[in-house]
């Protein structure tokens, strides 16, 4: 089992429509967690941090459950510009190494 | 542009030659990394200084092999690489390496290499 496991994708979602995808980790230990966006051939990019107790960051929201080791990330609202590759990242247990997911690709079609 | 900046952008090189790739960051941060982003994988950690010093080498081969000279500086000296080292190379910086939600990654806009 890969350690962050992903959906690669691509979302075909129609502007305006909500899409919603999960991320799934195999360490139970894993200490924080983010998304990251990353537009073709263009460096990662924090988006969010995903605490514990779910947080929102206008029509980006993320969710943490511990019990069945997934985080998910949910967008509202689609815009044409939300067409990226989403990266999950899981801190683990041991602090100093971050592990990437390989990566959702959604695309936001007129 | 991002606080990091990595040099050059694009690099095609020899399987004999020697080149190198740097890095340079201009947000006080301690830690650097370095990653490789090859087509349809995830990002691969290669190597991690924090305060100049190295604190994780990923199995890495020794065809790769980094410098820290300060906490601002990064560089990935390359010499008889293969073809599948082509690759998006990455540096990166955090504040720090620990669990703190303040050791975030900033990414420069990565080095293409591409081994013939």
């Known amino acids: 089992r890969k350690e962050v496991e992903q959906d690669p994708g691509p979302f075909n979602v129609p502007e305006g429509a909500t899409v919603a995808f999960n991320c799934t980790y195999s360490?139970?230990?894993?200490?924080?967690f983010f998304w990251y966006r990353q537009d073709c051939r263009k460096e990662p990019k924090l988006l969010m941090s995903?605490?514990?107790s779910g947080n929102e960051d206008g029509r980006f929201t993320a969710q943490l459950n511990r019990a069945s080791q997934y985080i998910s990330l949910l967008i509202r609202d689609s815009k044409l510009s939300d067409s990226a590759t989403y990266l999950c990242v899981v801190r683990g247990a041991a602090g100093n190494k971050l592990t990437f997911g390989g990566g959702t690709r959604v695309l936001v079609k007129p | 542009e991002t606080g990091v900046t990595q040099t050059p952008r694009h690099l095609v090189m020899g399987m004999t030659n020697k080149k190198s790739l740097k890095c340079e960051q201009h947000l006080g941060h301690n830690a650097m990394y370095w990653y490789k982003q090859s087509a349809k994988k995830p990002l691969e950690l290669m190597f991690v200084y924090n305060f100049k010093e190295q604190t994780e080498n990923n199995s890495v081969p020794s065809r790769f092999s980094p410098e820290c000279p300060n906490s601002s500086h990064l560089f990935l000296h390359l010499h008889t690489l293969q073809p599948e080292d082509s690759a998006l190379y990455l540096c990166?910086?955090?504040?720090?390496?620990?669990?703190?939600?303040?050791?975030?990654?900033?990414f420069g806009a990565g080095s293409r290499l591409t081994v013939l």
């Open positions: 995903v605490y514990s």
């Open positions: 360490n139970s230990a894993s200490q924080s």
């Open positions: 990166a910086s955090s504040h720090g390496t620990g669990v703190s939600g303040a050791n975030v990654l900033t």
